[in-house]
């Protein structure tokens, strides 16, 4: 039994059962505070490890967005939860193409993993940007902000209700012996009324909706863009998408609680009018394979495979399908794109305006 196991089952006992999301904060802090979670020796590897394609492709989207917002500078480039900083690093590398940028950018990272910020040190220090670190959205700096998210609201807690004769009642972490099991709350939540079908799973992610009405009154604020990468869907909908990755293969999330990646699919549908609310501008969601197709990165593979060696030029059109190709082998369908603007950006590259969310 691990550490954190001990504790949640002590925890347990002594308050009773805890909720799904409280139980997805314990063992997340845990996780991302003691390992490098990326990669093939770790549990899951994210697009701006397959490629640098990805990173290079949101730079160039980055410039296009800060010349339709009018070059403000400075400008605060904000990446949340930024890994390993691949991401960040491919992307400054693509923006060298407009000097410009380069003097106006501020750089800041959303971090809380002592162990990945000094990963993002080290891969960022050859940018010769200085880097400034933040534990929450909250204390960056007020001003004009280009901010990316990719797959960070995925892998924020939230809350479970599960349909019921007696109306949406809460899902609870609780102990069956030693063994950690899901059940319900015996009083159902009245704000959310009568559920029309037994047995569906209502996910509330007040976390992710927080943040992006933080994000959203910034932009509103000052001016431009968000853009979120993740995997998810156009809701609503219902539906039990907690699941739990440890070396790259899928586990039980109560099995052994901090030591596997606990994420769930994100509603963007929820997302966008959050963002709306605030009375800002939401763009699409797309899907990543279209709106990677849209920046060109089939232009982009030719390029680097004009200059590799065959091995190389293998691995490059590896990458391109997983990124783009549709179905179960890619990211292609399954992960969307969200773009979130100030209402005066009324276009973006690679994404249509959003009606209505």
């Known amino acids: 039994m691990t550490s954190l196991g001990h504790h949640v089952r002590e925890l347990i006992a002594l308050e009773g059962p805890i909720t799904v999301e409280r139980y997805m904060s314990l063992c997340l802090r845990h996780y991302y505070a003691t390992r490098d979670p990326l990669g093939a020796g770790g549990d899951f590897t994210t697009a701006p490890e397959i490629s640098q394609m990805f990173g290079e492709l949101a730079g160039l989207w980055m410039l296009e967005v800060w010349n339709a917002m009018g070059r403000p500078a400075p400008v605060h480039l904000v990446e949340l939860g930024p890994g390993r900083g691949t991401?960040?690093?491919?992307?400054?590398?693509?923006?060298?193409?407009?000097?410009?940028?380069?003097?106006?950018?501020?750089?800041?990272?959303v971090e809380t993993s002592p162990v990945l910020r000094q990963r993002q040190q080290a891969t960022l220090a050859p940018s010769g940007y200085p880097i400034q670190w933040h534990d929450r959205l909250e204390d960056v700096p007020e001003g004009p902000l280009l901010l990316i998210a990719n797959e960070f609201f995925d892998a924020l807690p939230m809350r479970q209700f599960v349909a019921t004769d007696r109306g949406w009642c809460e899902r609870l972490v609780g102990l069956e012996g030693e063994h950690l099991i899901f059940g319900l709350r015996a009083e159902a939540e009245p704000s959310l009324g009568k559920p029309l079908r037994i047995g569906d799973v209502l996910e509330?992610?007040?976390?992710?909706?927080?943040?992006?009405?933080?994000?959203?009154?910034?932009?509103?604020?000052?001016?431009?863009?968000?853009?979120?990468?993740?995997?998810?869907?156009?809701?609503?909908?219902?539906g039990d998408t907690l699941q739990a990755l440890r070396r790259h293969a899928y586990v039980d999330p109560l099995e052994e609680p901090g030591e596997a990646d606990l994420t769930t699919h994100v509603d963007f549908h929820r997302l966008a009018q959050a963002a709306s609310d605030q009375g800002v501008r939401a763009h699409s969601p797309g899907t990543q394979g279209d709106f990677l197709r849209a920046l060109g990165i089939e232009a982009r593979a030719s390029s680097l495979k004009a200059r590799a060696t065959p091995?190389?030029?293998?691995?490059?059109?590896?990458?391109?399908?997983?990124?783009?190709?549709?179905?179960?082998?890619?990211?292609?369908?399954?992960f969307k794109v969200l773009a979130v603007t100030h209402k005066d950006l009324e276009a973006v590259p690679g994404l249509p305006?959003?009606?209505?969310p």
């Open 204 to 238: 509330w992610p007040a976390l992710s909706i927080d943040i992006m009405r933080e994000l959203s009154g910034r932009l509103a604020r000052h001016t431009g863009a968000a853009l979120v990468v993740d995997y998810g869907y156009w809701g609503p909908a219902f």
């Open 311 to 334: 091995a190389q030029c293998t691995d490059i059109d590896a990458a391109l399908s997983r990124l783009t190709e549709r179905g179960d082998k890619g990211m292609g369908d399954l």
């Open 87 to 109: 991401l960040m690093a491919d992307l400054l590398r693509a923006t060298r193409l407009l000097p410009d940028f380069g003097q106006a950018a501020q750089v800041h990272l």
């Open 353 to 356: 305006p959003l009606s209505s």
